[in-house]
């Protein structure tokens, strides 16, 4: 069965940066599909700066 990448949004105030696991986030040499819990404890909120546990399931693609 196909994996099916999630994405996660940001809670930190007027933040709301999304990662999606499929397009990663090369900004920051995160190659695409990096799963959200791959990402390395040192991995910040490109946008805001907060860490992981900032961030929300936000939806599965189909
Ligand atoms: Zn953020």
Redo the contacts with the bound molecule.
């Keep these: 069965m196909e994996y099916r990448y999630n994405r996660f949004e940001?809670q930190?105030q007027r933040?709301?940066?999304m990662y999606e696991e499929r397009f990663g986030h090369p900004e920051t040499n995160i190659p695409p599909g990096t799963l959200f819990e791959k990402l390395p404890d040192t991995w910040v909120?490109p946008?805001?700066?907060?860490p992981k546990r900032?961030f929300q399931f936000w939806s599965q693609y189909v």
């Design positions: 940001c930190g933040c709301s940066f909120c946008k805001c700066g907060g900032n």
